[in-house]
Structure formats: C-alpha cells, structure tokens
C-alpha cells in the first residue's frame, strides 16, 4: 500500500526514509488501519476530529495504536517540512510486520472535483457491495482494485455501494446524502465508514434547520429523490448528477446549494482557528 506514496520522503516509524527505496521495503500486512487527512496552505483540516477516528478505528477492531498522538504531529511536520508540501492528503497508516506494528505517514495520489464536476455534479454508478465492519477505515486491496477498474472503465467519479438487502448507504471512499421530499436522508451512523466531512455536513444541516432523517435509502427509491450529494476529505461537499441511469438536478438543489456554503464556511473558520501550521 505505501507503493502509492508520493513526493520525496515518507515517515516509517518516526523515520525519514526516501520514496525511491521504498521498493526494498518489506510491504505491511492486514489488517492496515489508516486516516487520510487534507492539508490547505500547510493547516491540516479538522485535524482533531481526523485522530479521534484513527482512534475510534484502533477500538474497533481492537488494535493497540503504536504511535502517540505527539510524534503523529511531530512527523507530520516533519513530512511537510522535508517534501515541501502546502495542499494535498497525507495518509496515516499502521500495520503488522512479522508481529511486530509499524506505523507510516505519507503523501499520496488525490482527485480533486474539478470546478465544472463541482458546479454540475459527477456521474456515479451501483456496486453490490457491503462492508463487514463499516465504522472501521480498513484497507482492502481487492476491493480497491476492482472498484477503480470499474470508474475508469465507465468515465464515472465514484460508484455507491450496495448492501445485501438492496439499499445504498455510502460510496465507496465518500458518504452520501439524499434529498427526499425537502429533508436529507443518511444511514445512521451505525451502517457507514462515518467521515470526518460527513458528520459536519450534519451539523451544517442541524444549524440550518433542514430536516435529517437516518435511514437507509432502497434502490427502488431513486426514482422518487430530488437530489444527492457525496460528501468525503477530498471532495466537501460534491453534487451528483446522475445514479446510474436517473438523472438529477442536484446542482440546482437549493438544500444541497445551502449546505455547500455552510461547510465552505466551517472550513474557512477551522482553517483560521487552527494552531497547527506548517
């Protein structure tokens, strides 16, 4: 996984280590837990909210964290520092070795929405898929691979997942909003990857007043919903144009137009509020 590494340098155990060796390296085995946290002008974004989910995943899935929250700061200045890095994502990954766990911050490969994806919205197609422990962020190679398989060969920017029993609770790296008769529905936070992005995207709609409703939206239902949104690190909040064969207006939405601002605002006022700068 760390072959995806970018830029010049990359943090194993505390360590510098040049990218180009990375191929000597032995590769870190299941099960990997990571975060990926979204650097803007040297400032990590919601970066506390991003370690209580590294956390929250090490719980999960009951694994001791080998790194403090300290030297995770320390070597994220560290990176920045030596690859010169301002804006971009930064992977915080821990793993097995022969028993022994490593952990690794580097910079990796990002998409961002486009200005025309973000003022139109982005094509998104249905993959029969369910997560066996969807509140842990976990890395699964196969699945992966095959999901990327699938958005390069439709020209699609994301693909929702669908579970066993026909509904569509999340993407498969981002989260997903609904518009539904003038109100929002999500699947309750049980049943996701829960997103940084996302649970702000809940509090802008509680501070809006816009209705919630936390369930998981059927298939068969797409053809009645006014609209839906991704929301993900990389990509805030990304209006989508078309499920499969149902087009949307999403772009035109004003609920989805409303909350974009908002968390547009949050993100500005963390930005400017944060302490970490480097």
């Not at 990304?238 to 605002?265: F, G, T």
Request: charged share 25%; aromatic share 8%.
């Amino acid at each position: 996984m760390i072959k995806e590494a970018i830029n010049e340098y990359l943090i194993i155990d505390g360590k510098s280590i040049r990218v180009e060796d990375i191929s000597k390296l032995t590769s870190p085995q299941p099960p990997l837990m990571y975060e990926v946290i979204r650097f803007l002008g040297g400032i990590p974004l919601f970066y506390e909210m991003h370690i209580e989910r590294w956390h929250k995943s090490a719980k999960l899935l009951g694994i001791e964290i080998s790194v403090s929250n300290e030297e995770i700061k320390q070597s994220l200045k560290n990176l920045l520092l030596a690859n010169n890095i301002k804006d971009g994502n930064i992977k915080l990954l821990q793993s097995n070795i022969d028993g022994e766990d490593h952990w690794y911050i580097y910079e990796m490969p990002h998409r961002y929405p486009t200005d025309l994806e973000i003022s139109r919205g982005v094509n998104v197609d249905i993959y029969d898929y369910e997560r066996s422990n969807p509140n842990a962020k976990v890395y699964h190679s196969d699945f992966r691979k095959n999901v990327a398989e699938i958005l390069h060969r439709h020209s699609l920017y994301e693909v929702l997942l669908m579970s066993k029993t026909g509904t569509l609770p999340e993407g498969s790296k981002s989260n997903v909003f609904y518009i539904y008769d003038d109100k929002i529905i999500t699947s309750p936070s049980s049943a996701v990857l829960e997103g940084v992005t996302r649970q702000k995207v809940l509090e802008a709609a509680k501070k809006l007043d816009i209705p919630v409703i936390e369930r998981s939206l059927k298939i068969e239902e797409l053809n009645k919903i006014q609209g839906c949104f991704l929301s993900g690190t990389s990509i805030g909040v990304l209006p989508v144009a078309r499920i499969e064969r149902h087009e949307l207006l999403s772009s035109e939405n004003k609920i989805i137009d409303m909350l974009k601002l908002e968390y547009n605002k949050m993100v500005l006022n963390d930005l400017k509020n944060s302490e970490l700068s480097w």
